[in-house]
């Protein structure tokens, strides 16, 4: 599964990789600091004729341009709306909230406090994801005390 994750926060960016990594459940996860360099990110990889991420969590509030610009953005690009995007923000905004699904986000999550709710969160998503139709990626967990024979 790759991932791209936009969020100005650093401590966010953190976590929000060694999450992932102790869940083992995303084969690669980008990062990207605001809606400008997400759209440079994603016109990139159509250009590059490169793979588009699987699964976008995107922050609302940066700076640049924020998350709900660039939201909109996506999702009024015929070679874009097809991405599944998540809204991941501190905003607990009903407006926000409203706002994300209007414009065709799949979910808005509320940033979680604690880290043992940020892996529910994070295991919660993919395995929604791994559930459609399609879908091209196993999401067996290995076992890491298990070798692989050569």
């Known amino acids: 599964m790759k991932i791209l994750m936009v969020d100005d926060d650093s401590d ?16 690669s996860i980008d990062f990207v600091l605001d809606g400008e360099e997400l759209m440079e990110y994603l016109h990139s990889r159509i250009e590059t ?9 995107l922050d609302l509030n940066m700076s640049k341009k924020d998350g709900r610009v660039a939201l909109k953005e996506i ?18 905004s009903e407006k926000d909230k409203m706002y994300a699904m209007e414009q065709g986000a799949k979910k808005y999550i509320v940033k979680p406090h604690e880290y043992n709710e940020l892996l529910e969160v994070f ?4 395995e929604d994801l791994v559930e459609k139709p ?14 692989r024979q050569a």
């Open 49 to 57: 004729k490169s793979e588009l991420p699987d699964l976008v969590l």
């Open 75 to 92: 999702k009024t690009d015929p070679r874009l709306k097809h991405l599944e995007i998540i809204i991941f923000s501190t905003s607990t």
């Open 123 to 126: 295991s919660s998503i993919c």
């Open 12 to 27: 966010d960016r953190l976590l929000a990789l060694v999450a992932f990594k102790e869940l083992n459940m995303a084969h």
């Open 134 to 147: 399609g879908w091209r990626y196993s999401m067996r967990r290995q076992d890491p005390t298990i070798r």
